[in-house]
């Protein structure tokens, strides 16, 4: 055992929470044991010196996300952690299986609510929720996108209770963004600690956007020809441009605009370029289907093109996301997913929902209302951590407003637990603390599906706090899946 | 590449342009104010004329003195065409295009403005303005010569260029125009300083050093129209801008049109009389350049920035 030096850092650690890399007796779990050894080895200096070279290499990529204020706007980079969040192959492997179930399920019950509503008809989900979903777009009944899929990427937030379980927290089937961190976070952890992939068999993450274009490619309504593939998006003002230009640079595709694009007569789409107008088969639309088309949807929205909906109808472009998948991405229809998996897979879910209560019912209500100090309740069709309210730190006065809300809706919250949310170690100031962590795979589903290895590993910087999310001070981690005895399995 | 890009690059290299080239006008300026006789001092009047910003100027100031004008051309924001307007438009268009050119032209850009903004706010000094504008104009180099050495010489590229070009070309025009109105007005007489007038109309342009070099003449009216306009080495002169539009246009798919709007104003330029124009209708013919130049614009508009047919 060294001496204890000035330079040398407090390694006493310990979380009062499950944690990702430490067991309950203070020393690493098993896929986390090389990693923390070797972490082990480093001196305070040669632990901030690293930290210096990840800030700068996340810096020379551009990671940032965009900051609005009155001066005009700033790129901001992503606070980024340097200690990884591991998983085991193992366990990934039978999250992943349960993802894909997921958004299969998903999937068909969105396709079903857009036909023949057989999910209503055989009582399995209630048509009043139906009728009261806010993104249940009418004018998609009867369209048939190609392989009945409508999410073709979904980015389902995971997170690990107390006794360490993993529940699938909810599912964002809208505009799903996080995954350009992902990937630009582990080509910072390889520039800073390369003897660490060369000594740990970490899965690689790469490959996502060839597996997104080819996803995408694979809907075009020109199969034979070679279809040109477009990522829309709302502009560079948005909060998530960075991802829109990496994604589009990454598979070497354009970045459009809606004023870009025009519809003709024959319902065909095309982009302006330079060599003229040129046809478009596939969307990768990173903007809300309310601003979609003025046509169909707000007509004041001059971020989308008008006609779009119509050529989507026609076939004549694939959307991707499909209008209309929002209606599943949604805390009240989150709440019905272990029956939406029986009724239309015959199977149990393989990744557990958190127990939900729906304020629709009257009998779960009177419990939300009566426990309130002890839930989380939600609104169910917001997403990014706003308008919610954690019992356990909320004050009186705003467990009433909260409870007066709820009653004027009901249909529109629903609470849970309040989970004891995993921690992952993080470099604090002092040395390493317990941040409590989720995570965000991303699921491709066209022809085929596609689970990315790992996730965002999002992490709350401020101690104590369970807010990840990138507009509310959050930062983020490399995700390791990391195969420990080599043969894939635990 | 898209319209949108395209039409945003064409931009950014015409406002940074514009931007050096009032910088350029209004340091200029202030060197003839010092030359000149006060009596054949056109003052400062002319170049809110050269802007074509006339109308403008007369609703937000009272008189054309040098404090004012100055404050119109450099400084003032409701003024679409002052420098501090121009780089915050080649800010915005490169924005939105930033992809396309090396990450420093892009932060060069925004330092730049953002030094304007600081630079050109509250009261303007002398010295100050001069040390802001030489400032400018050295940076504005800098970052062509950024772009000319760092940047793939794609349709990007070729963008920035038909922008910088074109608004190069038409400042010259404007100039010419301007300068030379009230020195044509007395050519029959004996101008003691004529020599001395049409060397401030070189020097508006920076042009003066290069006009010795290849004239090697007395500098008179004739020659100094023939050396803006139709120089093939002097990089201010129409001509130059032409042949550089030219070269550019070349590269682009469906240039066509162009490239025939260029070779209208070339041929009008090769067929001037010089001698004829000095002693009258120069000002009709820089507007029919004028015209022509507008008509340029317009068909690179619709060629590349609106287009409604093309490859189905």
Same mark, same amino acid.
């Given at each position: 055992?060294n001496?204890?030096?000035?330079?040398?850092?407090?390694?006493?650690?310990?979380?009062?929470?499950?944690?990702?890399?430490?067991?309950?007796r203070?020393?690493p779990?098993?896929?986390?044991?090389?990693?923390w050894?070797?972490?082990?080895?480093?001196?305070?200096?040669?632990?901030?010196?690293?930290?210096?070279?990840?800030?700068?290499?996340?810096?020379?990529?551009?990671?940032?996300?965009?900051v609005?204020?009155?001066?005009?706007?700033?790129?901001?980079?992503?606070?980024f952690?340097?200690?990884?969040?591991?998983?085991?192959?193992?366990?990934?492997?039978?999250?992943?299986?349960g993802l894909?179930?997921?958004?299969t399920?998903?999937?068909?019950?969105?396709?079903?609510?857009?036909?023949?509503?057989?999910v209503v008809?055989?009582?399995v989900f209630?048509?009043?929720?139906?009728?009261?979903?806010?993104?249940f777009?009418?004018?998609?009944?009867g369209?048939?996108?190609?392989?009945?899929?409508?999410?073709?990427?979904?980015?389902?937030?995971?997170?690990?209770?107390?006794?360490?379980?993993?529940y699938?927290?909810?599912?964002?089937?809208?505009?799903?963004s996080?995954?350009?961190?992902?990937?630009?976070?582990?080509?910072?952890?390889?520039?800073?600690f390369?003897e660490?992939?060369?000594?740990?068999?970490?899965?690689?993450?790469?490959?996502?956007?060839?597996?997104?274009?080819?996803?995408?490619?694979?809907?075009s309504?020109?199969?034979a020809?070679?279809?040109t593939?477009?990522?829309?998006?709302?502009?560079?003002?948005?909060s998530a441009?960075?991802?829109h230009a990496?994604?589009?640079?990454?598979?070497?595709v354009?970045?459009?605009?809606?004023?870009?694009?025009?519809?003709?007569?024959?319902?065909?789409?095309?982009?302006?370029?330079?060599?003229?107008?040129?046809?478009?088969?596939?969307?990768?639309?990173r903007?809300?289907d309310a601003?979609?088309?003025?046509?169909?949807?707000?007509e004041?929205?001059?971020?989308?093109?008008?006609?779009?909906?119509?050529?989507?109808?026609?076939?004549?472009?694939?959307l991707?996301?499909?209008?209309?998948?929002g209606v599943?991405?949604?805390?009240?229809?989150?709440s019905?997913?272990?029956e939406?998996?029986?009724?239309?897979?015959?199977?149990?879910?393989?990744?557990?929902?958190?127990?939900?209560?729906?304020?629709?019912i009257?009998?779960?209500?009177?419990?939300?209302?009566a426990?309130i100090?002890?839930?989380?309740?939600?609104?169910?069709?917001?997403?990014?951590?706003?308008g919610?309210l954690i019992?356990?730190?909320?004050?009186?006065?705003?467990?009433?407003r909260?409870?007066?809300?709820v009653?004027?809706?009901?249909?529109?919250?629903?609470?849970?637990?309040?989970l004891?949310?995993?921690?992952?170690?993080?470099?604090?100031p002092?040395?390493?603390?317990p941040?409590?962590?989720?995570?965000?795979?991303?699921?491709l589903?066209g022809?085929?599906?596609?689970?990315?290895?790992?996730?965002?590993?999002?992490?709350?910087m401020?101690a104590?706090?369970?807010?990840?999310?990138?507009?509310?001070?959050?930062?983020?981690?490399d995700?390791w899946i990391?195969?420990?005895d080599?043969?894939?399995?635990? | 590449?898209?319209?949108r890009v395209a039409?945003n690059?064409?931009?950014?290299?015409?406002?940074?342009?514009?931007?050096?080239?009032?910088?350029?006008?209004?340091?200029?300026n202030?060197?003839?104010?010092?030359d000149?006789?006060?009596?054949?001092?056109a003052?400062?009047a002319?170049?809110?004329?050269?802007?074509?910003s006339?109308a403008?100027?007369?609703?937000l100031? &009272?008189?054309?003195?040098?404090?004012?004008?100055?404050?119109?051309?450099?400084?003032?924001?409701?003024?679409?065409?002052s420098?501090l307007?121009?780089?915050?438009?080649?800010?915005?268009?490169?924005?939105?295009?930033? *992809?396309?050119?090396?990450? &420093?032209?892009w932060e060069?850009?925004?330092d730049l403005y953002?030094?304007?903004?600081?630079?050109?706010?509250?009261?303007?000094?002398?010295?100050?303005r001069?040390?802001?504008?030489?400032?400018?104009?050295?940076r504005?180099?800098?970052?062509?010569?950024?772009l000319?050495?760092?940047?793939?010489? *794609?349709h990007?590229w070729d963008?920035?260029l038909?922008?910088?070009?074109h608004?190069?070309?038409?400042?010259?025009?404007?100039i010419l125009?301007?300068r030379?109105?009230?020195?044509?007005?007395?050519?029959?007489?004996?101008?003691?300083? *004529?020599?001395?007038?049409w060397?401030?109309?070189?020097?508006?342009?920076?042009?003066?050093?290069?006009?010795?070099?290849?004239?090697r003449?007395?500098?008179?009216?004739?020659?100094?129209?023939?050396f803006?306009?139709?120089?093939p080495l002097?990089?201010?002169?129409?001509?130059?801008?032409?042949?550089?539009?030219? &070269?550019r246009?070349q590269?682009?798919?469906?240039?066509?049109?162009a490239?025939?709007?260029?070779?209208r104003?070339?041929?009008?330029?090769?067929?001037m009389?010089?001698?004829?124009?000095?002693?009258?209708?120069?000002?009709?013919f820089?507007?029919?350049?004028?015209?022509?130049?507008?008509g340029l614009?317009?068909t690179?508009?619709?060629t590349?920035f609106?287009?409604?047919?093309?490859?189905?």
């Amino acid at each position: 055992m060294n001496r204890k030096h000035a330079n040398d850092l407090d390694w006493h650690y310990r979380s009062d929470f499950h944690d990702e890399l430490i067991g309950p007796r203070g020393g690493p779990r098993q896929a986390a044991r090389r990693l923390w050894k070797y972490l082990r080895g480093l001196d305070r200096n040669e632990l901030l010196e690293r930290r210096d070279a990840c800030e700068i290499a996340a810096l020379v990529a551009g990671i940032t996300f965009r900051v609005y204020h009155d001066e005009g706007s700033a790129d901001r980079a992503m606070p980024f952690d340097l200690i990884p969040r591991v998983i085991p192959l193992g366990e990934w492997q039978r999250i992943s299986a349960g993802l894909e179930q997921r958004v299969t399920a998903l999937n068909l019950f969105i396709d079903d609510l857009y036909h023949e509503q057989k999910v209503v008809r055989d009582g399995v989900f209630p048509s009043e929720i139906l009728a009261g979903s806010a993104n249940f777009r009418s004018q998609c009944v009867g369209v048939r996108p190609r392989y009945g899929v409508w999410a073709h990427i979904c980015g389902s937030d995971l997170v690990r209770d107390a006794d360490g379980t993993m529940y699938v927290l909810e599912d964002n089937l809208r505009v799903p963004s996080g995954v350009s961190y992902m990937l630009e976070n582990r080509q910072v952890m390889k520039k800073v600690f390369p003897e660490l992939f060369e000594d740990i068999d970490i899965q690689p993450v790469d490959d996502y956007p060839a597996r997104l274009l080819d996803m995408l490619a694979g809907l075009s309504p020109r199969p034979a020809d070679d279809p040109t593939v477009v990522v829309l998006t709302p502009g560079m003002f948005n909060s998530a441009y960075f991802e829109h230009a990496w994604l589009a640079q990454q598979m070497g595709v354009e970045l459009v605009e809606g004023r870009d694009l025009v519809v003709d007569d024959s319902d065909c789409v095309f982009m302006r370029t330079i060599e003229g107008l040129q046809r478009v088969d596939v969307i990768y639309r990173r903007i809300d289907d309310a601003f979609l088309d003025p046509e169909v949807f707000r007509e004041d929205s001059v971020l989308g093109a008008p006609g779009l909906m119509r050529a989507w109808k026609a076939g004549k472009v694939a959307l991707a996301n499909a209008p209309g998948a929002g209606v599943a991405d949604d805390k009240v229809v989150y709440s019905y997913l272990p029956e939406i998996i029986r009724y239309y897979l015959d199977q149990d879910a393989l990744v557990p929902n958190v127990p939900t209560w729906r304020c629709s019912i009257r009998s779960e209500l009177d419990h939300v209302l009566a426990n309130i100090d002890q839930l989380v309740v939600k609104p169910a069709n917001e997403s990014g951590g706003y308008g919610m309210l954690i019992g356990p730190h909320a004050s009186r006065k705003e467990r009433e407003r909260f409870k007066r809300l709820v009653k004027a809706d009901p249909r529109n919250y629903i609470a849970q637990p309040t989970l004891a949310i995993s921690t992952c170690p993080t470099l604090v100031p002092g040395g390493m603390g317990p941040r409590h962590v989720d995570l965000r795979p991303f699921i491709l589903s066209g022809q085929e599906q596609y689970v990315t290895t790992g996730g965002l590993t999002r992490v709350a910087m401020r101690a104590g706090s369970l807010v990840v999310n990138s507009s509310q001070g959050g930062g983020s981690k490399d995700t390791w899946i990391v195969d420990v005895d080599g043969a894939g399995g635990s | 590449m898209l319209s949108r890009v395209a039409e945003n690059l064409y931009w950014y290299g015409r406002y940074m342009e514009r931007a050096e080239d009032l910088g350029r006008m209004v340091n200029v300026n202030a060197h003839l104010m010092l030359d000149l006789p006060r009596r054949l001092a056109a003052g400062w009047a002319p170049l809110v004329r050269i802007t074509g910003s006339q109308a403008l100027f007369d609703e937000l100031y &009272e008189e054309a003195d040098e404090r004012q004008v100055v404050r119109f051309l450099l400084a003032d924001p409701r003024h679409p065409g002052s420098v501090l307007s121009c780089l915050a438009s080649a800010r915005e268009n490169l924005l939105a295009a930033r *992809d396309m050119v090396p990450r &420093e032209v892009w932060e060069q850009t925004n330092d730049l403005y953002l030094l304007a903004r600081e630079q050109l706010s509250g009261h303007l000094a002398k010295r100050r303005r001069h040390d802001f504008i030489d400032d400018m104009i050295r940076r504005c180099q800098q970052l062509i010569g950024m772009l000319s050495d760092s940047m793939s010489h *794609d349709h990007a590229w070729d963008f920035i260029l038909l922008g910088r070009y074109h608004e190069r070309a038409d400042m010259t025009t404007r100039i010419l125009d301007v300068r030379s109105a009230h020195l044509l007005r007395g050519v029959d007489e004996i101008q003691p300083f *004529d020599q001395l007038q049409w060397m401030s109309v070189l020097k508006s342009l920076t042009g003066y050093q290069m006009y010795r070099r290849h004239v090697r003449l007395r500098v008179n009216g004739a020659d100094v129209l023939r050396f803006l306009l139709g120089h093939p080495l002097f990089p201010r002169s129409v001509c130059f801008c032409l042949a550089a539009l030219g &070269e550019r246009l070349q590269t682009l798919p469906r240039h066509q049109a162009a490239l025939d709007a260029v070779g209208r104003i070339q041929q009008r330029i090769d067929r001037m009389d010089a001698e004829a124009l000095v002693r009258g209708g120069l000002s009709r013919f820089v507007d029919e350049l004028q015209v022509e130049l507008i008509g340029l614009g317009e068909t690179i508009t619709q060629t590349w920035f609106q287009a409604e047919s093309g490859n189905y």
